[in-house]
């Protein structure tokens, strides 16, 4: 029999497992009292460090309290530990903000080694502070932040934004329950994300490393595609619809063709059956048109009108809710419609210096007729 070749048997061998390097602990240095306090009142949830590390320190600390009665989602809206803070004015600081905020989140125990209990004392004593509201460094803006002119009433205010290393945590805390959910289930999808060095190789000088680690990883969503059907029904709930727009150029000159090759001598129309059945169509025409276009005109609006809140702005007069909103019309409605259709028709030109077409005085029953093409 064979021997076995060591070389194959020592290959075939499992290799022993390593165990896990445990976290090396930090060593705790002593904080004072005066370090707590001002360490914990300039702990902030948004900061301008990760906007430009070389921007002016500054940030703000939402109170306990502050809530957003809005459909967003962000730290106000979210029922987070507003004691979970982060630093705005360099590591050096930032490291006693850091051991402060290790006793205040449970994790002293597994980031530093020997920590006195009259430290964990001190400073949950002095924890309270992260209630309440706060503005670090806010006096002026610093001219490497961006700023956003956002519309109130009477004209514009400028914010600045400012990222949160706090609520980017949150967020990374949720979509990793997202994915062991999926996992679970056995479906393989994931939110699309990209990274982004946040504080570059000097992350610490933005903030705790486990928040602002968090940043470095956003998620991506496709830009905003614009509607142009309901920036359409947008523009007609608020203007409504110009009565001229809806007069067909094309059938008015016709008309106007039609009166200057039909007239007498003496300026006046010729009368006879087949005339006067000519010019009323010619009339009837310019109505059913205009009807035609109006009705093409809800049709943009009519898919909103649910989103809109109405087919158009209840301000409008009541003449413009008729033009879109069928509902609004009154017994007169009709004839109105009829008299600002005349309009346009009796200010009619064939050219510049030509004679309008009320200029000639011939057109008094046109209304009588449109009325008729609009029942």
Not at 76 to 92: E, H, K, M, N
Not at 245 to 251: A, E, H, P, Y
Request: hydrophobic share 40%.
């Amino acid at each position: 029999m064979q021997e076995p070749n060591n070389a194959s048997a020592a290959l075939a061998a499992p290799k022993p497992t390593k165990a896990p390097k445990l976290p090396k602990l930090k060593p705790w240095k002593p904080l004072t009292q005066q370090d707590v306090q001002a360490r914990l009142a300039t702990g902030v949830h948004f900061s301008s460090k990760p906007v430009n590390t070389n921007a002016r320190a500054s940030g703000v600390r939402l109170a306990k309290d502050a809530r957003l009665a809005q459909p967003l989602i962000g730290l106000v809206t979210t029922a987070l530990d507003r004691r979970v803070v982060d630093y705005q004015d360099g590591a050096v600081a930032g490291a006693m903000l850091s051991q402060c905020a290790s006793i205040i989140e449970g994790t002293a125990d597994s980031d530093y080694k020997d920590v006195p209990l009259e430290q964990s004392v001190l400073i949950r004593q002095h924890a309270t502070v992260l209630d309440e509201h706060a503005e670090v460094g806010t006096g002026s803006i610093d001219a490497r932040l961006r700023q956003v002119l956002f519309p109130v009433d009477g004209g514009y205010v400028a914010l600045t934004p400012l990222h949160s290393s706090v609520f980017s945590a949150h967020l990374r805390k949720s979509l990793q329950a997202e994915i062991d959910t999926r996992i679970e289930a056995g479906d393989p999808s994931r939110r699309a994300h990209t990274l982004v060095m946040v504080g570059g190789s000097k992350a610490q000088n933005v903030g705790r490393i486990g928040l602002v680690g968090a940043m470095q990883r956003p998620l991506v969503f496709g830009a905003p595609r614009e509607n142009p059907g309901l920036r359409a029904a947008y523009a007609l709930f608020y203007k409504s619809v110009s009565v001229r727009s809806l007069v067909q150029r094309n059938t008015l000159a016709d008309l106007a063709a039609w009166r200057e090759s039909n007239r007498t001598e003496d300026g006046r129309i010729g009368s006879s059956a087949s005339l006067r059945q000519d010019e009323r169509s010619l009339i009837e025409r310019i109505a059913t048109e205009a009807m035609t276009a109006l009705d093409e005109h809800r049709a943009v609006v009519e898919p909103y009108v649910e989103q809109l809140g109405g087919w158009v702005n209840p301000e409008l007069d009541e003449f413009a809710r008729g033009l879109l909103d069928q509902g609004a019309r009154s017994r007169d409605w009709t004839r109105e419609f009829a008299r600002r259709l005349l309009r346009t028709l009796e200010s009619y030109k064939t050219s510049k210096d030509a004679r309008p077409m009320a200029g000639f005085g011939d057109i008094d029953d046109y209304l009588n007729m449109m009325v008729g093409a609009l029942k």
